[in-house]
């Protein structure tokens, strides 16, 4: 596996590429670059498996990279990693199909779990396209499994995740608005849905943990 790191700040680079075991991680190669011009130049060049990138930067935004990735059909996860808890851009991540929408600082052991989720997720991607391809050569037409599920099971399933997460981080401070960015939920509607499913708000199902 070989993974790409974005930033445009230079002492970030270097904590995260020195900061992780790699091998470990099974990752081969660590890349970098500073804006999303030397990453697009990186990507077109050497085989990147995973892109962790930045938002906000020069010469070009994260969400900006990630469309282009998008728009060029290159088989690989993305994940954002940002100081920046924008309703909009979880919103673009959700758009983007992003693998996870990470904020700073974030704590190593999340970090390399989100890695760990990464890469799994990226052999299950290369396997479906050689499914896919294997269907269409047999002329078997193409059905997404999750088109599958109605949108309560795909609620349900984003609210088992918060509520995961809460059971890990039980020790931490839990903030509503890390819990809604990370499955791209608006905080407000977040809570909604939670009561929906739970019959208890946030806060009080964090209480009784």
Do not use: C
């Amino acid at each position: 596996m070989n993974i790409l790191l974005v930033d445009d700040q230079p002492s970030v680079l270097s904590s995260l590429k020195s900061g992780l075991n790699w091998s470990a991680l099974l990752v081969h190669n660590v890349y970098t670059a500073l804006n999303a011009s030397e990453a697009r130049e990186i990507i077109l060049s050497h085989p990147i498996d995973i892109l962790l990138t930045d938002i906000e930067m020069p010469k070009g935004s994260g969400i900006r990279l990630a469309e282009w990735v998008k728009e060029q059909d290159i088989p690989l996860i993305v994940i954002f990693l940002t100081s920046h808890a924008v309703f909009d851009y979880a919103k673009k991540a959700v758009e983007l199909e992003v693998k996870q929408y990470l904020l700073k600082p974030v704590r190593k052991e999340e970090l390399i779990k989100t890695l760990q989720d990464a890469r799994k997720g990226y052999q299950k991607m290369i396997q479906q396209q050689s499914y896919e391809q294997q269907k269409s050569s047999a002329g078997i037409p193409n059905v997404n499994p999750e088109d599958l599920l109605d949108e309560k099971g795909k609620m349900t399933e984003l609210i088992d995740q918060v509520k995961d997460y809460i059971a890990d981080h039980l020790d931490e401070e839990l903030k509503r608005t890390d819990l809604a960015a990370m499955i791209y939920l608006h905080p407000d509607y977040l809570s909604h849905v939670f009561k929906d499913e739970t019959g208890m708000s946030l806060s009080e199902y964090i209480t009784r943990k």
